[in-house]
């Protein structure tokens, strides 16, 4: 493959307006001494049909949600993903352009941007949003980053929250100064503890009584933090409702494909009053010279490209094309699609539920807890081993739970699957764990 | 010369309301199977009380709302984006094609090692070339952007100084260097110090040799530099830093300029960070996805955040989890894969050969437009010829006329094209940062370096052009200032109350 247009007659015609007389006098300024003597040890190129081949290849030797019926969730979700939406997110007027740097030219962008803005906003019941953050574990990381200083150093984490988020503070603590601290049941706010994070529903699937520890993070003078999920908000109440102080998710639900984990969307929403503390792009509305209503980038006092080593957090790339495609979703499903999906969800996963925990040595990890799209149950076998059996069954059963114990599979079951696919999941799992 | 940019101004529907102002009540687009299972409520307490306001529109209200936005944006496929430091270059349409594959874009992240053999043999193959790009001996694809790449770097020096005499504070950066640098280096816990520039725009090895001690974890750079210039002094640069028992750190922001010319590695590079929407061309997203590989020295390896990918001796991949000196996770899963899967297609329809090639015809783009438009904008420093980008200055243009670098860059969108960056880097006054990427054509380019000449001809003819401009688009310069003051970030009930949801 070649993309450059270049003729050869042009290449000489080039090298010759610029004085030189061939191209390795335009490298002449790397010293011998690290000039690549050699060829790169790649193999040569290829034309886009052997390219395609080789990926297909590649592509064949997985299995995807298309053949194997999909239970597996843990902060990645198989909803149903409308066509309208990269219809749109995918014309490439948006998806070859970049940071909107010259708003004139990135109108569509930058509105698209405002309205993602305003409908987090709608959804979480929180007063500001952004443009997007890399996915919903380092979301969390921003959130806590906004909640730090003054003192307070601190950072609660509530023993629900999906391990994998909790890795990632864990990770960027290291750089920051602080250790996120698990606890279970009432956190202990001290006048040190700068944020309280509560995942609702929580990455058993469980409801958790976040209105209480938002309460008791509030006592204690702390920022409430929730990771929410999304599509959870037609049903539940917003994390705005229930006292958070900042929303952190992952929008992956919201009309972005699997992807074997990304590229996802980090959503982030708090208070008018922190909005100097948010990371990211921010867009805002203005009007041009003539007082027509036009949108910009704003507050960019805030972002690593002014404030440099004094900025709140380093992002520059973020994940604009997904935020873009979760505007096209929202605005697909409305207020009354976005209810259906979490009656869908909570309606089948507690048929899934009774029926799952109906079968012999199949128990609820979490009796009469309420849950809203994942359940956890406590297997007689490992649940790796489970799993891998029902991927021979067609099915990808759920993800396993080790830190809660190996016999923990967690349940995911979305608006997707049919009745009949869940008695099939059901029926299956019956025959694997009898085996 | 063209009317304007090739954006959308007028129109049946060019309206600039939002997709709020289309919203009637009881219209919607979405629609569901039958409920095939009794229905189950939330118990009240956790119950919403009221629906958000999401707009009520038809699919085909979204879809006339959304085009009519897009074309209101300007994209490669619009036009040249000569973009300095953003390597705005054509995204292969076959790597959209590949990336769609069920078998990439329907997979779940947990799924077991055994159902994506194809993605985890993708992602070896993928690393195993960027290694050999970088001269790096491995890599972790985690990191999703450039700046999350930059932290990654920065842990890994953090770990590896813990582990070989304690703790360092400080980690330098050129002056010119991007902002994110600085920022990731203090939410890495260190101070960040600037090294100065020389007056040929290169680092000052000798203040460098000033700076050095053993308080300094290590050096971040981007070679060639911000500037667009070869920092000819590299392998001193690393043996300073290395003497001290430093790290030194690629930015690959600029790798776009030197692939198969020369590699990191050999540089004395310890830690490279890639950015594959630039230099592989993945797209930019009008702000993201992107990912930021991050390659180290064998020195490095255990320091990688887990898992990486490991191929087991009958053939089989999997993810490697056990690996007590990681520095960790930095993503909630394992990066953005459907980048990387672009980035494979770019990497390896090229190949070696076809890589080289783009970084060579990178270079003579960027000094051919900067040779058509030194008459008027002057490279800032004309004593090293640039490689794959240029910085020129609009400080003599701005002396005789008061015209400035941005009445410039507005003044191009009405000839037709993206401006370059503006007033970056900081340490050039009235700076135009150039990047042309070698997917430009020479007509491209001409006619590009023809509006360049005629914008400055202007300022002194007809200044009034350059500072009224942009006039041909669907909103002209826009109030920044009133947009931080009076904060309307979201569409608010306060200001269209009959027209929401």
Redesign the interface.
């Known amino acids: ?6 003729t050869d007659d ?2 000489r ?3 010759s ?2 004085g ?1 007389s061939s ?1 390795d006098d ?6 011998p ?4 003597d050699r ?8 034309s ?1 049909m052997e ?2 081949a ?15 019926v ?1 239970f ?1 969730g ?3 979700y ?1 909803h149903y993903v ?1 066509a ?1 939406v990269w ?2 997110a ?20 930058l ?5 993602y ?3 987090i ?3 979480t ?1 929180l ?3 952004n ?2 953050l ?5 979301a969390l990381v921003e959130a806590v ?1 906004m909640s730090t200083g003054r003192g307070r150093n601190r950072v609660l984490v509530s023993a629900g929250v ?1 391990t ?2 909790v ?2 503070l ?3 603590g ?4 602080y250790e996120p601290e698990m606890f279970d049941g009432e956190p202990s706010v001290a006048d040190d503890v700068a944020a309280v994070v509560v995942q609702h529903p929580n990455a058993f699937g469980v ?1 958790e009584p976040a209105r209480e520890r938002f309460a008791a993070a509030h006592a204690g003078g702390a920022t409430a933090i929730q990771i929410f999920d999304p599509l959870s ?6 994390p705005g ?1 229930l006292g958070a102080d900042i929303a952190v998710g ?1 929008g992956q639900v919201l009309g972005n ?8 969307l980090g959503i982030i929403a708090g208070r ?1 009053a922190d ?1 100097r503390k948010l990371p990211g ?10 007082g ?5 980038l ?2 960019q ?1 805030r ?9 709140n ?10 935020a ?1 495609a979760a ?2 979703y ?12 979490g ?2 969800c ?3 996963t ?2 899934a539920a009774d029926a799952l925990t109906a079968l012999p040595d199949v128990t609820p990890a979490f009796p009469g807890a ?1 849950f ?1 799209k994942e359940f956890a149950v406590r297997l007689p076998r490992p649940a ?1 081993a489970v ?2 059996a029902m ?1 021979e069954r067609g099915f ?1 059963a759920g ?1 396993a739970m080790p830190h809660a114990g190996e016999d923990v599979l967690v349940v995911a079951v979305t ?1 997707r699957r ?2 009949d696919e ?1 008695d099939a999941y059901v029926l299956a799992m019956g025959e694997v764990l009898a085996a | 010369m063209s009317g304007g ?1 090739p ?1 959308r101004t007028q129109g049946p529907v060019a309206s ?1 309301g ?3 102002d289309h919203s009637s009540s009881g ?4 629609a ?2 039958p ?9 009240e307490s ?4 009221r ?7 038809a ?1 085909i209200d ?2 006339r ?3 009519m ?10 036009g040249p ?1 000569p ?1 300095g430091s ?1 390597t ?5 349409k ?1 790597a ?3 990336a769609a ?12 090692d ?6 985890l ?2 992602l070896w193959r993928l690393e195993e ?1 960027l290694c ?2 970088t001269a790096m001996a491995r890599a972790t694809l985690q990191p ?5 790449g ?2 990654t770097g ?2 890994i020096m ?2 590896f100084h813990a582990d070989h005499g304690g703790p360092r504070t400080k980690v330098l950066i050129p002056d010119a260097a ?3 640098n ?8 260190f ?2 110090v600037n090294v100065p520039s020389d007056e040929r725009g290169l680092v000052d090895v000798e203040a460098l040799r000033g700076l050095v001690d053993d308080e300094v974890a290590g050096l971040m750079l981007t070679n060639p530099n911000t500037l667009g ?2 920092e ?1 002094r ?2 001193e640069i690393t043996a300073v830093l290395h003497s001290a028992g430093a790290l030194v750190y690629y930015d690959g922001a600029n790798l776009n300029a ?6 990191p590695g ?2 004395g590079f310890d830690i490279v960070h890639i ?1 594959t ?1 630039k230099t592989f ?1 993945t ?8 990912a930021g590989p991050v390659g180290v020295a064998a020195h490095l390896v255990d320091y990688l ?1 887990a898992p990486i990918v490991a191929r087991d001796p009958d053939g089989s991949f999997r993810w490697d989890r056990d690996r007590p000196r990681s ?13 990387l ?1 672009r980035a ?2 770019y ?12 970084s ?2 990178a ?3 960027a ?2 437009l900067a ?2 438009l030194a008459d008027a904008f002057p490279l800032a420093y004309p004593e ?2 640039p ?1 794959h980008e240029f910085v020129s200055t609009a400080e003599p243009l701005k002396k005789e006329t008061g015209i400035r670098a941005m009445d410039v ?2 003044r191009l ?1 009405d000839l037709g094209y ?2 370059p ?1 503006v007033y ?1 880097p900081l340490v050039v006054d009235e700076a135009m940062m150039v990047e042309p990427t ?5 007509q491209t380019l001409d006619a590009m370096a023809d509006a360049f000449l005629q914008a400055a001809e202007e300022a002194h003819t007809d200044p009034g052009l350059l500072h009224e401009a ?1 006039v041909s ?8 200032a ?3 003051r ?6 608010g009930l306060e200001e269209e109350p009959d027209r929401r ?1």
């Not at chain 2, 999703?144 to 999350?148: E, I, K, M, Q």
Request: net charge negative.
């Open positions: 493959m070649r993309f450059s247009p270049h042009e290449i015609e080039m090298l307006a610029v030189r191209i335009l490298f002449q300024q790397i010293p001494s690290v000039r690549l060829a790169l040890a790649l193999p040569d190129g290829v886009e390219l395609v080789d990926l297909r290849s590649l592509a064949s030797r997985n299995r995807s949600a298309d053949d194997l999909c597996a843990g902060g990645a198989d409308p309208v219809a749109l995918g014309r490439s007027e948006f998806y070859t352009s970049y940071t909107p740097y010259q708003p004139e030219l990135s109108q569509g962008v509105q698209v941007l405002f309205e803005q305003s409908m906003c709608e959804l019941g007063e500001v949003s443009a997007s890399y996915d919903g574990a380092t980053h999906d994998r988020a890795e990632a864990r990770t960027a290291r750089g920051a100064g409801l908000l037609g049903v539940l109440a917003s409702e992952e494909h699997l992807n074997y984990g990304g590229p996802y008018l909005v792009r921010i867009v805002g509305e203005t009007v041009d010279v003539e027509r209503r036009g949108y910009v704003t507050l006092a972002e690593q490209h002014i404030r440099r080593d004094k900025a957090s380093n992002i520059c790339t973020n994940q604009t094309l997904m873009l505007a096209v929202l605005a697909w499903l409305g207020p009354e699609g976005l209810a259906e999906v009656r869908r909570l309606s089948k507690a048929y309420p809203f790796r799993i891998d991927v990808l993800v608006e049919s009745r869940i | 940019a954006i600039t939002t997709i709020a219209r919607r687009a979405s569901f199977a409920l095939d299972v009794p229905e189950v409520t939330v118990p956790h119950r919403r009380t629906a958000p306001g999401l707009p009520r529109v699919e979204i879809v709302h959304y085009t936005l897009s074309q209101q944006n300007y994209g490669v496929d619009t984006y973009l953003c705005m270059k054509y995204n292969p076959v959209e094609t590949v594959f069920p078998g990439f874009q329907r997979t779940h992240p947990l799924q077991p055994a159902t994506v053999q194809g993605t043999e993708m070339a050999e790009i999703p952007a450039g700046a999350c930059e932290m920065l842990l953090r770990a991007h902002g994110t600085p920022a990731s280096v203090r939410l890495a816990g101070e960040a210039l070869f000819e590299i392998e030197i692939m198969g010319k020369a590699r050999d540089m950015n929407h061309a797209p930019h997203g009008g702000g993201g996805p992107g955040p520095i960790g996770r930095l993503h909630g899963f394992n990066g953005n894969i459907g980048v899967v494979y297609a990497v390896f329809g090229h190949g070696g050969d076809g890589l080289t090639e783009v060579e015809l270079a003579l783009n000094n051919y040779g058509r090293a010829p490689m860059a507005k969108i993206h401006p960056t970056f070698e997917t430009e054509s020479k942009p688009t669907p909103v002209r310069r826009l109030d920044e009133r947009a931080a009076h904060l309307r970030l979201r569409w949801p």
